[in-house]
């Protein structure tokens, strides 16, 4: 099983809501990613899980809230969100651990809606 | 600060002939370069990687060239074929920072028939 999967595909929520973003894979991968991407943007970290553990948090506002876990989950917790907020949202897991990355697995993303 | 940048957000090549996509970094500690293929609604797939160590890296009809001291590398797709059209990118990364990649903007690929 070489896939990234992620659900929902498309959500659509308004700035009241509590929502979450998922992420799963089974490649036994130690290091799973979040990353924000704009239309006609390059995709931009967010957040970065080594051995379930929060490794890296690229200053990211408190209205979103990473959680993993076990090896093989992502979550994205989304509260109070705000419409510049509407972003495909990837995830993404590598076999490195903290000396390396290898290259990085994407799943096919969310596309994330705030109204 | 953009530390990685692909100038062209374009490029249209025929069928068959060879494609040259570049990319520009500014980060003299980046030590690690892959390339990334995304078709629209899909997220990034890993082509090729190359490590600071090596100048070239080949993988079937993809090669990346690296050239450190014009902090320079580009991706070679020969022959080039109607499937490879979609939105390249290039990253960077430090090796040992934990997986942190930096994205170039992307270079739009088409391939015509």
Redesign the interface.
């Known amino acids: 099983d070489t896939e990234v999967t992620q659900t929902p595909k498309h959500l659509v929520m308004g700035m009241t809501n509590k929502k979450s973003l998922k992420c799963e894979q089974h490649m036994g991968h130690r290091a799973m990613y979040w990353y924000k991407q704009k239309a006609k943007k390059p995709p931009e970290l967010m957040f970065v899980y080594s051995y379930e553990k929060l490794s890296i948090n690229e200053s990211v506002p408190s209205r979103f809230s990473p959680e993993c876990p076990n090896s093989s989950l992502l979550n994205l917790h989304l509260h109070a969100l705000q419409p510049e907020d509407s972003a495909l949202y990837l995830c993404a897991s590598s076999q490195g651990d903290r000396a390396s990355i290898g290259e990085q697995f994407f799943g096919p993303g969310t596309r994330l809606t705030v109204l | 600060d953009q530390q990685v940048k692909q100038n062209s957000p374009s490029l249209s090549v025929q069928e068959g002939r060879i494609s040259i996509l570049n990319c520009d970094y500014t980060n003299s500690m980046f030590d ?1 370069f ?1 390339w ?1 293929k995304k078709y629209p ?6 082509l090729i ?1 190359i490590s600071s160590i090596k100048d070239k890296n080949e993988d079937g009809r993809f090669t990346v060239f690296l050239n450190k001291s014009a902090k320079h590398l580009s991706l070679h797709i020969v022959p080039s074929q109607p499937g490879d059209s979609a939105v390249y ?1 290039c990253a960077a ?1 430090v ?2 920072t ?4 930096i ?4 270079t739009e690929l088409s391939v015509k028939p």
């Open positions: 690690y892959l990334y609604a899909e997220g990034p797939t890993f990687s990118f990364s090796l040992g934990g997986g942190k990649l994205f170039g903007q992307g």
